[in-house]
Structure formats: C-alpha cells, structure tokens
C-alpha cells in the first residue's frame, strides 16, 4: 500500500518542492497555486514588500495544508511500517516544512531582539520533541538524517536571510524581484539541499560581486548577504554559539588613499610608516569567521593593493603592513561597484586575474529608471514606503502626495532619477522640509552632461562648474582620481572634491 494516496501524492511532491525552492521567485507563488488549487488567494507574481504588507494569505492556508498531510502520512507510517526510499524522502521534506512553520514565529523573535539568541531557547526542547514525533519511527530508515540542531540553525538562517531580503530590498517590479531572489541565491545557492548537507560550512570561501549604478542599493544587498549567514546552534547549552551583531563591516575604497586604505585592510606594525605610532589591527584580521567585510567601490582600489587582495582570495593570508608574519582572513569577502570592471581590464587598471576571483557570485543591482520602465506605478509604491520610513505610517500617504504632485510639476513622468533610490529618498525629505525638490540636474536646469562645449560657448558655465563638469567627464572615463588628475595636471584631492556623483551616474549609465 503506498505511503500517499494517489489524490494526495501531487500534493505531497508540490510541498517537498517547496521548503527548498528560492520563495523570491516565480515558481513558489506556481507551488502555493498547485497545492491549493481553487483555495489560492492570488497575491501578485513575486514575494514582495509593499506599503501596507499584511503578509501573504496563502501561507495559513498552506501550513494547514502541510500539518494535515504529516500527521495522516505519520500514522500510515507507524501503522504499515514500510515505505519505499522515495516516499520517505518526500514525507521528511514535508515535515521539515512543516517544522519550519511551527517554529518561525521564535526564530523571528531571536532574529529581531538578539539577546533571545544569548540565552537559553526553551523552543528546542520542544522542537527535537517534535523531530522525534515525526521521524523516530520504530523499524523506519530515512534516507538521510536530519540533525536537530543542525536543522533549527538551518531554519535561524533562512528566516534571517527572508527578513533581511525582503525588508531592504523593496520593489514589485521584476528588476527587484529577480535582485531579491538572487540575493537569496548567493546565500543558499541553488540547491538548498546540497547547501544543507554540505555547503553551509564552505559559502564564506565564495566571493561575492554586485554591481550597479551609484544609489541602487548595492551596500542593502550586501548587507543582507552578510548578515543572513549560518550560525551554528549548540545543543547542550541550547542557545546559538554566536549573534551576528556588529560582523559586518563596510570600507568605502574612493573615501580614502591607497595607504589608509591598505592601513584599514591588513593592519600594519608600529613604525611601518609616517604617522604608525601603534600597531593596528585591520579589518581583515579584526573579522570574526562568521563576519563579512564589504569593499565598496572596488574599482577604485590602488594596484599595488589588487596584488595583494588577489592573495586574500586565493589563500586567504595576507600580511601586516610592516611585518612577515601571515596572518589568516576567517570570513567572508563582498565586493561592490558602480564600475565597468570590463572596461577598466582592458585599460590596464584594473587586474583580470582578480576580476575572476571577485566573480564567482555576481548580481547585478537594477536601476529605478529600469524599475520605472517596467512598472511604472512603482513610483507611488516605492514613495509611500520611503515616506513611512521617514514619517510613519499615520503622516505617510499624506507626505507621499506631496512628493507625487511634486515630482509631477517639476520632473515630468520621464525623469530618469541618476541617483537612483537614494535621490528618491532625498526627494522624501526635501518635499517634506521644503514641499519642493530641484535636482542638480533638473530637465531644464544647467545644460546636459554632453553639452558642456555649448555651454561653454555661450558663456552659460561659472569656472567651478566648468571644473566639476569636466572633471567628471574625464573621471568617468579613466575611472581613476589619479589618472585623471595626471591627464588635468590638478591634484588629486581637487579631481576627488570636484567629482560630481550625479552626473557621474548618469554619465556611467549612458545617458545624454
């Protein structure tokens, strides 16, 4: 007799798939539809967070739907004792959903105040009581094990890595849903299967890249990845052996010279250089195994410092400024950049052989023109939820007006935000302060990037803008502050100051 009856089997497959499937993709929204049938309450094509989020109706209906098909596929169990290979594979993946929904609400508690995560877990107890309910069968064989506290630290992470992802990375667009689930992907892989068994040990050796214009939300991205990894729970003290607070650590390459910033990686010894009055300790070595360091805007990295962050990547060693003595990097390495690495590789400014080791994880973030141009109704959503981050939820729709009516006077519907979200949230605050936003480069503001000559002619440039302009320009294209200040003959500090963000994005993403 088989474990499922044939009505039910479908069922049983739809729900294994699910507790591994990327849930910020399109096939859980088909999974919720196929295990519910006519009961699904359509919801919208991707998971995400929009202003108003009052979750997703399908999930009671689903976890209803998981609890009914364990406890009848466990009695059948206890009762015939057999069971093919394939049918107890399919029954522990469900009930593995079905663990995970029963302990969800706790695992979020721990991840939202993480001093629950420094005590004892009194929910443990409970949860291997449940482990041994469902897979200690007398005379029953799994295919494979399921550890308990492997299994409760394996759910800590994906309940983490879901909130992480879905509170910072907003948007119903396609451009943002595919960036949630790739985040999701750099995290888990795409095989949760293989990553439980195994890969859960090793993601840290794996280097991740994101890219994407200046403002997009790269360093949220990050973030999310490097604060969603696995943290290992000790079953004899029944608490996690560690939190993940303060583990992550961004350093903004462009901000700082070369020597601060071989300073800030690796340390250096006291007397190494001008100024070395003590040994320091550098973010390389400061890390913790289950820390992340970001290198934002690695691109701008010096090459004398490729050479060595190349080394970092291939053996994970690396030195003191001044000493001999290797020293070990434990955790995990992301990258970021609003750069054409291709470009800078063929102008010898950037090393190829590091470029491939920076990208073995790549995602790319989408801009909120490409968002805009997809869904165009993600511009109320997105400014109704920057609006109750900055106001609340009582003031926000009324705030979210205002910006709305102003971007309408005063931008057009083709603005194309070369800040991307992060001018929007600027948009926020000067509309609430001055109930107005004019952009540097507003559409009939000073003259486009690519008429600076015009300009020029006519006299319609101050000498100080004809500096920021055109340094700019020859920084978008040599990509290096010392490049161009040699090609100027300014000093590098003057390139660095004059540099305009916003019209470096809009050069760097094409536009006229």
């Avoid at 063929?346 to 790319?364: K, N, Q």
Wanted: a positive charge; glycine letters at 6%; proline letters at 5%.
């Amino acid at each position: 007799m088989p474990l499922f009856p044939q009505k039910e089997r479908r069922i049983v497959e739809s729900l294994a798939r699910l507790a591994y499937v990327n849930p910020f993709g399109p096939e859980f929204i088909e999974i919720e539809r196929s295990v519910l049938g006519a009961d699904h309450v359509p919801h919208g094509l991707v998971w995400s967070l929009e202003a108003g989020y009052q979750g997703n109706p399908a999930l009671e209906r689903l976890v209803a739907v998981s609890e009914r098909v364990a406890r009848s596929a466990r009695d059948r169990l206890r009762r015939s004792r057999s069971a093919t290979t394939e049918e107890l594979a399919l029954y522990a993946h469900v009930v593995a959903q079905v663990l995970y929904w029963r302990y969800e609400d706790d695992l979020h508690q721990v991840h939202v105040d993480p001093r629950r995560g420094r005590r004892r877990l009194a929910c443990y107890r409970r949860f291997c009581r449940d482990v041994q309910h469902f897979l200690a069968l007398d005379g029953i064989r799994f295919p494979w094990s399921l550890e308990p506290s492997h299994l409760f630290a394996c759910f800590f992470q994906v309940r983490r890595a879901f909130d992480l992802i879905f509170r910072n990375i907003v948007g119903a667009s396609k451009p943002a849903a595919k960036l949630r689930a790739d985040a999701w992907q750099s995290i888990f892989t795409h095989d949760m299967r293989r990553y439980r068994r195994s890969l859960y040990r090793r993601m840290h050796d794996v280097t991740t890249l994101v890219t994407g214009p200046s403002g997009s939300g790269k360093e949220l991205v990050a973030r999310a990845i490097g604060l969603s990894r696995y943290v290992p729970f000790d079953p004899q003290r029944e608490m996690f052996v560690t939190n993940l607070e303060g583990t992550f650590h961004g350093l903004n390459l462009s901000a700082l010279s070369p020597t601060l910033i071989e300073s800030e990686l690796f340390g250096h010894r006291k007397g190494a250089f001008t100024g070395a009055l003590e040994d320091r300790v550098g973010w390389l070595e400061s890390c913790p195994p289950l820390g992340t360091v970001l290198l934002d805007e690695i691109g701008e990295l010096d090459a004398s410092i490729q050479v060595k962050l190349l080394r970092v990547l291939q053996n994970r060693e690396f030195q003191r400024i001044g000493e001999t003595t290797p020293r070990e990097f434990r955790g995990k390495l992301i990258a970021a950049t609003n750069r054409d690495l291709g470009a800078a590789m063929r102008a010898g400014r950037f090393r190829e052989d590091l470029y491939y080791r920076l990208c073995a994880d790549l995602i790319e973030t989408p801009s909120l023109r490409d968002q805009l141009r997809d869904s165009p109704r993600e511009l109320r959503n997105l400014v109704l939820f920057v609006s109750e981050r900055v106001v609340g939820a009582d003031e926000a729709q009324d705030l979210a007006d205002e910006v709305l009516a102003c971007v309408e006077r005063d931008l057009g519907a083709d603005y194309p935000w070369p800040g991307n979200v992060r001018e929007l949230e600027q948009c926020v605050r000067n509309v609430l302060v001055r109930k107005r936003y004019r952009p540097r480069t507003a559409p009939d503001g000073p003259p486009a990037a690519d008429g600076v000559a015009a300009a020029w002619r006519d006299g319609g440039l101050t000498a100080r803008e004809l500096l920021r302009r055109y340094c700019t320009r020859v920084y978008a294209t040599t990509g290096s502050y010392q490049e161009t200040a040699r090609r100027l003959d300014l000093d590098r500090r003057t390139v660095k100051r004059s540099v305009d963000p916003d019209l470096l994005a809009r050069l760097t993403a094409g536009d006229p």
